[in-house]
């Protein structure tokens, strides 16, 4: 996708301390660059490695939102949003690129799920 590049140039050229510190030349994410040093000293830093969290967090996205609708939904309809969800272009995209942004996603819906529960709201 191009957008790898720049928590890869975060870990060859700065220190944990100063990816810490800054967003640097170009923008990336700093926990995200942080999890890829840890990586760094148990094992060889590949591409797999870069997107995991990404991926990670896209599956979650699709067991989440589902789950989250249950009560509103039927079953049959659940089922076909989940199957839509899994099919949609966005959640793909966002589930393969090194970017954070299936994480945001999936962050946001269970940040509002822990709300609504902790608030003793129903959920959506």
Known sequence: MGDEWHPVHQLVYYTPSAAARTFGYADHSIPLVLLSFLEMRWTAFNEVL???PMLAAGIATLALLPWMWRKRL??????????????????ICYSRMGRP???????????????T????????
């Open 50 to 52: 870069l997107r995991w």
């Open 74 to 91: 039927d079953g049959g309809t659940v089922v076909l949003f989940a199957f839509l969800l899994a099919c949609s272009s966005l959640l």
């Open 101 to 115: 942004y299936a994480l945001t996603l999936f962050l946001v819906y269970a940040a509002y799920a822990l709300f």
């Open 117 to 124: 529960h902790a608030t003793g709201r129903e959920a959506l």
